[in-house]
Nanobody
Framework: QVQLVESGGGFVQAGGSLRLVCAAS????????MGWFRQTPGKERVFVSA????????YYADSVKGRFTISRDNAKNTVYLQMNSLEPEDTAVYYC????????????????????WGQGTQVTVSS
C-alpha cells in the first residue's frame, strides 16, 4: 500500500510561488503515473497536472499551463509541483495521486482512475 504525503502549501500573495512536494512510502513511485488535483469547497476535485512513470511526459490543465511545472525524482520517491505566478483562483486544497494504469496516458485526468491519494495541502493565494 502506497502512502502519499503532500507538503509545501501555504499562504502567498498573487504573483508569488510555492513548491508542493509529494513524498511516497510503502512502494516505488516509479511504478506509477502521478497526478496533482485540486479542490475548492463545494466543488469537485479537478485535474491540475500529471507526469508519466519516467517523467518523460507531462500534462497540464489549461488553467495552469505555463505557470505550473510538475516533476519527479524516482530515486527520492517524490513528485513536485512548482507553482509560479499564482492567482487567487489557484486557492484550493491540492492532492497528489498515484496511478498504476498501464494506459495512464488515456486516463491521467480521470480522478477515479487513481489508486492512491494523499491527504492534501492547502494553498491560499491572496489578491
Amino acid at each position: 500500500q502506497v502512502q502519499l504525503v503532500e507538503s509545501g502549501g501555504g499562504f502567498v500573495q498573487a504573483g508569488g510561488s510555492l513548491r508542493l512536494v509529494c513524498a511516497a512510502s510503502g512502494g516505488a513511485l516509479s511504478n506509477y503515473g502521478m497526478g496533482w488535483f485540486r479542490q475548492t469547497p463545494g466543488k469537485e476535485r479537478v485535474f491540475v497536472s500529471a507526469i508519466t512513470r519516467t517523467g518523460a511526459s507531462t500534462y497540464y490543465a489549461d488553467s495552469v499551463k505555463g505557470r505550473f511545472t510538475i516533476s519527479r525524482d524516482n530515486a527520492k520517491n517524490t513528485v513536485y509541483l512548482q507553482m509560479n505566478s499564482l492567482e487567487p483562483e489557484d486557492t484550493a486544497v491540492y492532492y497528489c495521486a498515484a496511478n498504476r494504469n498501464v494506459l495512464f496516458f488515456n486516463v491521467k485526468t480521470k480522478e477515479d482512475s487513481y489508486n492512491y491519494w494523499g491527504q492534501g495541502t492547502q494553498v491560499t493565494v491572496s489578491s
